[in-house]
């Protein structure tokens, strides 16, 4: 797992990690336009509920709360590039959420016969900088890995289910 600071004018961070599957099973089989089920979302311990609002075409709404501000709606567009193994997302009320701004993307893409996950994201809020460079398990950096272990546990659990069947 490699963490580094993609943008040092700004909060930001790109996150890169791996796992042994290939790139249909992180991609969830299905293009990316369902990801994960809202049960396997909520086991994620920093997210206290997440709604799904609608989709058209390529784009998915979603609503967010987490358990530092569980009062806070976050209400997330997300952009699907099949083709390309691509995510782009947005927060659509960085202001309802005291963010100035919060967007990013997630790419996957095969590496040998392992697959890369990178992870970027742009953000500003009041103490974006201080959470940044925090040290210990109130950090960012604590945050970042603990979500990373989630996707590669969440990705190795789902495995079966995306895995072509082999008739065994």
């Not at 945050?143 to 289910?161: D, G, H, S, V």
């Amino acid at each position: 797992m490699k963490l580094e600071n993609c943008r040092p004018a700004l909060p930001a961070w790109a996150l890169a990690w791996g796992y042994g599957g290939g790139v249909g099973v992180g991609w969830g089989g299905d293009g990316g336009r369902r990801g994960a089920a809202p049960g396997e979302v909520l086991t994620n311990k920093y997210i206290a509920s997440n709604r799904f609002v609608y989709s058209a075409n390529n784009i998915v709404v979603t609503e967010t709360r987490y358990t530092s501000t569980p009062d806070v709606v976050f209400r997330w567009q997300t952009t699907v590039y099949p083709s390309i193994h691509k995510l782009k997302y947005v927060l659509l009320n960085p202001e309802d959420c005291g963010q100035r701004f919060n967007y990013g993307f997630i790419k996957i893409e095969t590496v040998g016969s392992g697959t890369r996950v990178t992870h970027s994201s742009y953000f500003d809020f009041f103490g974006a900088s201080l959470w940044a460079g925090l040290p210990g398990p109130i950090g960012m950096e604590a945050f970042l890995r603990y979500t990373a272990r989630w996707e590669q546990e969440t990705i190795m659990r789902l495995l079966p289910r995306y895995q072509p069947n082999t008739g065994k």
